[in-house]
């Protein structure tokens, strides 16, 4: 059984997952809640710029490997926009997600979930995208094909050659992962997505290659706001230290300013009826990934002795409503 596996399994069996609150700390790179404190209640905040600072690899030790290259790191004890990354063209700029916070629904917003697919972000199995054209006004999202060419810089994520799903899903799922687009329009340093109704289906896997898929999120009417748009394009957020080094595939970043607003911010729902076409694979059974989310079994027990109860309608269906934090990195992905 993986981490994933244990982890979820674990928090399904005590009932940690309906106990937790919407709005969970974040977690550390061990997977334990932080408090990181926030911006002022009262007054004016001034967002503090994410630190660019020429890199430090000589006063801390590289992290530690078996096997494999060694990721790539910087040693710092502040935020930091990771200086290995991809020079992003200004008005097509790319982005790989690698942080997430979710806040809704509840049960995707556990600790011991969050903690488990945070992992997979840093470590290139869940491959999310996003990708701009400032010029046309537009977006694409969606997953990115796991058989990307990796790059030099570290594990290969931060400097690789990325490309969405073009009907080439793994196993034979064809157009199942094809991302989608939209306009999108910019004000100052922000940008926000129009919302998209078809319905784009992410996927998780639990190796490299992408041949063992540990879930999916299929989202519909899935828009992206408040995305904060540096100048040389390099992150949304900022990676965080763990004893004085900033790792690539440990380390977790920040998902809003010193003045709590978000770097980034994805809205979706997914219907009941989607969540029930879905598996989450623990210790290889697979369970509905309604299951989780409603807190029953969704396939049997009638929907009114739900613990957690649908929340929204999309086309006359319940689902629930999905909204999380994210950072995100520059990459290099195929126009």
């Known amino acids: 059984m993986n981490r994933f596996s244990t982890l979820l399994l674990t928090s399904l069996l005590a009932g940690s997952i309906g106990a937790c609150s919407d709005d969970p700390a974040p977690v550390t790179d061990s997977g334990v809640p932080s408090d990181t404190g926030g911006g002022a209640d009262t007054g004016v905040c001034t967002p503090t710029p994410i630190a660019d600072p020429t890199p430090d690899m000589t006063s801390c030790s590289a992290p530690p490997v078996d096997g494999g290259p060694v990721p790539y790191f910087q040693c710092t004890t502040d935020p930091v926009c990771p200086r290995g990354r991809f020079m992003n063209n200004a008005m097509r700029p790319g982005f790989r997600l690698t942080y997430l916070k979710i806040t809704q629904p509840a049960a995707l917003a556990s600790a011991a979930i ?181 807190g029953a079994n969704c396939m049997t027990d009638p929907q009114s002795g739900w613990a957690r109860q649908p929340d929204t309608m999309v086309n006359g269906m319940p689902a629930y409503h999905l909204r999380a934090n994210f950072a995100a990195i520059s990459a290099n992905i195929a126009q």
């Open 114 to 294: 969050l903690s488990t697919i945070n992992p997979t972000l840093q470590r290139g199995t869940f491959i999310w995208g996003l990708q701009f054209d400032l010029t046309a006004n537009t977006f694409r999202t969606g997953g990115l094909n796991p058989m990307f060419t990796r790059g030099s810089v570290g594990v290969g994520l931060m400097d690789g050659q990325y490309a969405f799903f073009n009907n080439n899903g793994p196993a034979g799922s064809g157009a199942r992962y094809n991302p989608v687009s939209g306009p999108v329009m910019v004000t100052g340093t922000r940008a926000a997505t129009t919302t998209v109704t078809t319905t784009v289906n992410i996927p998780i896997f639990s190796d490299e290659a992408g041949t063992m898929l540990l879930t999916q999120l299929p989202m519909d009417n899935t828009r992206i706001t408040n995305v904060h748009l540096t100048a040389d394009r390099g992150c949304i957020g900022g990676g965080l230290a763990a004893g004085g080094r900033y790792t690539e595939t440990t380390s977790r970043w920040l998902t809003e300013d010193n003045c709590d607003q978000p770097y980034g911010q994805v809205d979706a729902d997914i219907t009941v009826e989607n969540a029930k076409m879905v598996n989450v694979t623990i210790g290889g059974n697979p369970t509905p990934l309604c299951t989780i989310i409603s």
